[in-house]
């Protein structure tokens, strides 16, 4: 019997070993993390195959309790237009179109963005982003482990040419994108706002994957779910462009 401690413990130690060397795993490479995205959301070919989106569904400020209607209009390569309906705090819009970023809502006006703020918008009209997330964030870097409400996900670090910054987490099973955090500027050009967004309930939609809700924590808590996409539909490219016969002013640092 005085051998039976021993021996157990030994016994125990080589049960464990498996999962310890798991834990040990190297993680995988940045590059096969966006591999296994893109490839969970349809892939390459699948992805050319469309040229225009148009997503309608429902917004709720949910701090505020308003709710409203919203549509993004987007077509390749680099063009879109964000327009939200809500009660009590009016229509909004934010649109790129290829070379200029604007906002309007009816405390301001129509804005046109500059700086870091353009910036900002043009990486987010990337028609293809899934495929060209590498280009538009070359140094990218798997930096752990993380885990995302209740997935486990590998946290990866991305920094474009002009030095933003964004941490994407990746679902380690399924391998979409389930949450976006980093700084971005405010509206008014004058601070750094934090976001963090999740995206989630992907579904098929003429053969690709996409989050039908995106859910905001901050900087200002609020949920769009997407009830409607349609592919390939044609838009005027003028939706794109500030109101004609707007007047404007400049934001953006």
């Not at 919203?70 to 327009?83: G, R, Y």
């Not at 819009?93 to 006006?109: F, V």
């Not at 798997?142 to 996900?153: I, K, S």
């Not at 976006?180 to 405010?186: F, L």
Request: contains cysteine; glycine residues 8%; proline residues 7%.
């Amino acid at each position: 019997m005085k051998r039976a401690l021993p021996v157990l413990s030994f016994c125990l130690l080589i049960a464990t070993f498996p999962a310890r060397a798991q834990r040990a795993e190297k993680p995988p490479t940045s590059q096969e993390v966006v591999a296994k995205f893109v490839k969970a959301v349809g892939g390459e070919e699948a992805w050319h195959k469309l040229h225009s989106r148009v997503r309608k569904g429902t917004i709720e400020f949910t701090d505020m309790g308003l709710k409203g209607t919203v549509e993004l209009d987007e077509e390749a390569p680099d063009k879109i237009l964000l327009s939200a309906k809500v009660a009590v705090l009016g229509d909004f819009s934010r649109g790129y179109d290829g070379t200029t970023g604007w906002s309007e809502n009816p405390q301001t006006g129509v804005v046109k963005m500059s700086g870091s703020e353009l910036a900002d918008t043009r990486r987010e009209a990337e028609f293809y982003m899934p495929l060209r997330l590498t280009e538009v964030y070359p140094h990218m870097e798997v930096t752990g482990p993380q885990t995302v409400e209740g997935h486990d996900a590998w946290e990866v670090k991305a920094t474009a040419p002009d030095g933003a910054m964004r941490t994407f987490d990746f679902d380690q099973k399924t391998g979409y994108l389930l949450r976006i955090t980093g700084d971005e500027t405010s509206p008014d050009g004058k601070q750094k706002d934090h976001i963090e967004l999740f995206l989630e309930d992907y579904k098929p939609f003429d053969g690709i994957m996409l989050p039908t809700i995106h859910r905001q924590t901050s900087p200002m808590p609020l949920v769009i779910e997407f009830t409607e996409v349609r592919h390939n539909v044609p838009l005027a490219d003028s939706i794109f462009s500030p109101p004609a016969g707007s007047s404007s002013q400049s934001t953006g640092q």
